[in-house]
């Protein structure tokens, strides 16, 4: 049950991915990057219980926080210099 | 001062539940260092920015806003899961409105605009003084702001302690 | 009782796991950039929290289960933040949203 739920994320992951990758403006990769760092957090934590070593759980607590911290400083740093991409449409 | 024992007691059991150790002394050692080191670089924080409104008085009522505040969550996910399925019968009518905010103090504000920005279906683009800009992707969703249930509850939050 | 839990685990971890997937259709379809924002907020409450519990259930009463417990606690706080800093660095830089109001018409009608 466990393997299902690992692929149904790893499918998440991978259309965040696509998104990050086609996305038209800088705003949507952000967005697609933060979702894809989300569902890293609850990939560790439900790899950690399909290999039966729940000790992951340190691992994915860290990465949440790591993540929403480098959300913000690349937001930051786009906010000050803001690239051309960022104000076309589509 | 006691949002400072708030926060030592915080973090120290934000460390014992994290470690699991609580006999070797060394590692004890090591967590009331990192209690410490914390708890002064948030000093220093507040010095510049003060945190010295009801913050508790706020913290001893959540119980009673988080219930509902997950029933409000679990609505509207069904709303945007529709759009998301059913585009054709149910299509997006996304739009952007200035509103008052009822709460006051400043935390009251920050909790109602994450409220608001947690909550699928609208986000909270920007918070003036008493004013928050709202994008939502609902009409139904906007009109369900504007009759301020949240903004009541939030605001019960913070008056009559 | 022990079967019980299980099935209901696993019908939180189902649960969990088409909420993430509908979640990323939306941010695949819709249409523009704020409309995927909202897409992408159901992955971030609803999605983590069913998953979570999912995992809470079968581990049972232990130090794991707090710390998922704690998980969801981040994920919740730090989520909207996020998407707040987002959206507003968004709007200030400038990237203008597909309205079917305008905000002049809106806020006619919000006085009227």
Redesign the interface.
Known sequence: ??A??CL??L??MG??L??AFIGP?I??R???V??FG??T??FI??YG?LTER?EF??I??IY??IN?VG??VV?KF??RY?PNS??S?E | MPYRYLLIIGLTL?WL??S?YWTNPLILTLGAASVALATWMAMRIEKKYAFNEKGIAILSKQHTFWPWLFVE??KS?IS??K???M?KTHP???????LKMQPQTRIARTLY???I??????????VRNDEV?I?A?L?DAMKDL?DGEMGERVYKLEVNN | MNFIIDALS?GC??L???????????????KE????????????????FF??L??IL??GFN??S???I??VG???L????????????????????????T?KE??KR?KS
């Open positions: 049950m466990f299902v739920t149904a994320i499918v998440v259309i965040a696509a998104r403006t705003y949507d952000i967005l697609a933060n979702m989300t569902k957090v609850l934590a439900v219980f729940p759980m340190d994915a607590l949440a926080l929403f959300v913000i937001l786009v906010e803001p960022a104000h449409d | 934000f539940l994290l699991g969550i679990v996910n945007v899961l759009c998301i399925w585009p997006i009518s996304p739009l952007i409105r200035q605009a994450n409220s920005t947690l909550t699928p279906g609208t986000v909270s683009i920007e800009l994008y992707l009409e504007e | 696993w971890l189902l969990g796991s088409f909420l993430g997937i509908s979640g990323a259709i939306g941010i695949f379809s819709f950039f704020y409309s995927r924002v909202q897409a992408a907020s159901v992955t971030d409450t609803l999605c983590v998953i979570m999912g995992l079968q581990s130090l794991v707090v710390k998922l704690i998980a981040l994920l919740w730090t989520g909207p933040l996020a998407t707040h800093a987002l959206v507003r660095s968004a709007y200030l830089t400038g990237l203008k949203p597909k309205l079917s109001i905000r809106s806020a919000g």
